[in-house]
C-alpha cells in the first residue's frame, strides 16, 4: 500500500514564524500536491509538483513556497505564518498520468497560528 | 466557473440503511473522485472513474456524462460508514481537480 506521510499531526505556531510542513511517500510517485482544507470551502489546491524540482501553483499560492529536492519529499513551506494560514493541510500523491491517477494521501496537519 | 455541488451537505441514517450521496458538476469532465475522510483528517480515495458504474464491497458509484451527475451509494449502512464523502473532478479541459463541499454522514446505530 501507498503510504503519505505528513510530519506533524498538530503544530501550533506564532505569527510571523517561518513554519515548515513535511511530506514523505514511499511509492516512488511522480506526482505531488499540498491541499488545504477550511469549513464551507473544501479542498483547496496550493502548490502541485510532477518531478524534482518542479512545482506548478495551485489556486491559492499566496503566502506559501514549495520544495521538492528529492522524489519522494514534498515540503510546503510558510515563509512568515498568519492567523488566516491556520487550517488543516493535506499533502497528496500520485503516479505520473495527472489527475486521472487516485489520489493517495497524508493524514493531514491541523496548524494553527496564534 | 466550474463548480462541483453535493447534496445533501449533512445526512443521518439508522444502522443498515441504504444511502445516496450525489454529486452534479458544470461541464465536462474527464474523470471524477470520490473520496472518504474520518474524523481523524485522513482521507482515503474510494473509486475513480469516467463512465458507468463500479463497486467495491458496500459501496457503489456511478457516473451519467450526459447528465453530468455522480452518485455514491452505501448498501447496508453501519456505523463505520460515518465519515465525510468528497467528490472531486477533472475538467476536460486543464490539468485541476475541483472538490465538492463534501456530505458529512452519519450511521447511527
Known amino acids: 500500500d501507498v503510504k503519505v506521510t505528513q510530519s506533524s499531526r498538530y503544530l501550533v505556531k506564532r505569527t510571523g514564524e517561518k513554519v515548515f510542513l513535511e511530506c514523505v511517500q514511499d511509492?516512488?510517485?511522480?506526482?505531488m500536491f499540498w491541499y488545504r482544507q477550511d469549513p464551507g470551502l473544501g479542498l483547496r489546491l496550493i502548490y502541485f509538483?510532477?518531478?524534482?524540482?518542479?512545482?506548478e501553483k495551485g489556486d491559492i499560492p499566496e503566502g506559501y513556497s514549495v520544495s521538492r529536492e528529492k522524489k519522494e519529499r514534498f515540503s510546503l513551506i510558510l515563509e512568515s505564518a498568519s492567523t488566516n494560514q491556520t487550517s488543516m493541510y493535506l499533502c497528496?500523491?500520485?503516479?505520473?498520468?495527472?489527475?486521472?491517477?487516485?489520489?493517495?494521501f497524508g493524514n493531514g496537519t491541523r496548524l494553527t497560528v496564534t | 466557473k466550474n463548480e462541483v455541488e453535493q447534496s445533501p451537505q449533512n445526512l443521518t441514517a439508522q444502522e443498515g440503511e441504504f444511502i445516496t450521496i450525489n454529486c452534479s458538476y458544470s461541464?465536462?469532465?474527464?474523470?471524477l473522485h470520490w473520496l472518504q475522510q474520518h474524523p481523524g483528517g485522513g482521507i482515503v480515495s474510494l473509486f475513480m472513474?469516467?463512465?458507468g458504474k463500479k463497486k467495491h464491497g458496500r459501496l457503489i458509484a456511478t457516473i451519467n456524462i450526459q447528465e453530468k451527475h455522480s452518485s455514491l451509494h452505501i448498501t447496508a449502512s453501519h456505523p463505520r460508514d460515518s465519515a465525510v464523502y468528497i467528490c472531486a473532478v477533472r475538467w476536460a479541459a486543464g490539468n485541476k481537480l475541483t472538490f465538492g463541499g463534501g456530505t458529512r454522514v452519519l450511521v447511527k446505530p
Open positions: 497528496a500523491s500520485s503516479l505520473r498520468g495527472g489527475y486521472n491517477s487516485p489520489l493517495h
Open positions: 472513474l469516467s463512465s
Open positions: 509538483s510532477y518531478d524534482v524540482k518542479m512545482k
Open positions: 461541464v465536462g469532465i474527464s474523470a
Open positions: 511509492m516512488d510517485h511522480e506526482n
